[in-house]
């Protein structure tokens, strides 16, 4: 799929470029960030390198579409988000890390929003998916705010820095977006 822009009042959401390297290694290497996802930590410039360009990869093989999150206002890099699709059930699984400076201000809910609409409309998935660690209930209200319904707890299912963690599931479907939509 070519490049493409999305966004709204409060974010701008792009393909990832070899300059977003830097940023990357800065905030995804905080301690807070590996506590609550799967990124590892320490972190390196290194890991930060492979990362852009393994998703730059998947991009170009329509594999997975991660973007970067920038405030609108400022262009300033402040996290990213990936939608990973599944052709066998067409569906997909969102991920997200959004930097410690950046919590609190909605821009994961707005991304969340945009990377749904992109999910539904541009790569015409059923089922959009999501979760996070059990402990991560921040995250838990960027899916409840983006209309995600929570489907359940997975005991033990997240094997996170050496030990096994529950996680909560939330999905939203095409029939309940496009509800969503028609209202609004």
């Known amino acids: 799929m070519e490049p493409l822009l999305l966004t709204d009042e409060l974010v701008k959401m792009r393909p990832f470029v070899a300059a977003d390297v830097a940023p990357v290694f800065e905030l995804a290497g905080a301690r807070e960030i590996a506590e609550n996802t799967f990124v590892p930590h320490p972190y390196s410039r290194k890991a930060a390198q492979e ?19 920038t405030d609108r206002a400022t262009d300033t890099f402040v996290g990213c988000m990936g939608i990973h699709p599944e052709d066998k059930h067409n569906s997909a699984t969102v991920g997200y890390w959004i930097g410690k400076p950046y919590w609190g201000r909605g821009m994961a809910t707005a991304a969340l ?21 059990v402990q991560n209930l921040a995250s838990g209200r960027v899916m409840q705010k983006a209309d995600m319904r929570c489907e359940g707890r997975r005991r033990g299912s997240q094997l996170h820095r050496g030990e096994y963690k529950d996680a909560i599931w939330y999905a939203i479907l095409r ?4 509800r969503q939509e028609s209202i609004e």
Do not use: P
């Open 113 to 133: 929003r945009l990377l749904i609409r992109f999910g539904f409309e541009q790569l015409e998935v059923n089922r959009i998916e999501a979760g996070h660690l």
């Open 51 to 69: 990362f852009v360009d393994r998703v730059r990869e998947q991009w170009s093989t329509d594999e997975a579409y991660v973007f970067v999150i």
């Open 175 to 178: 029939k309940e977006y496009q």
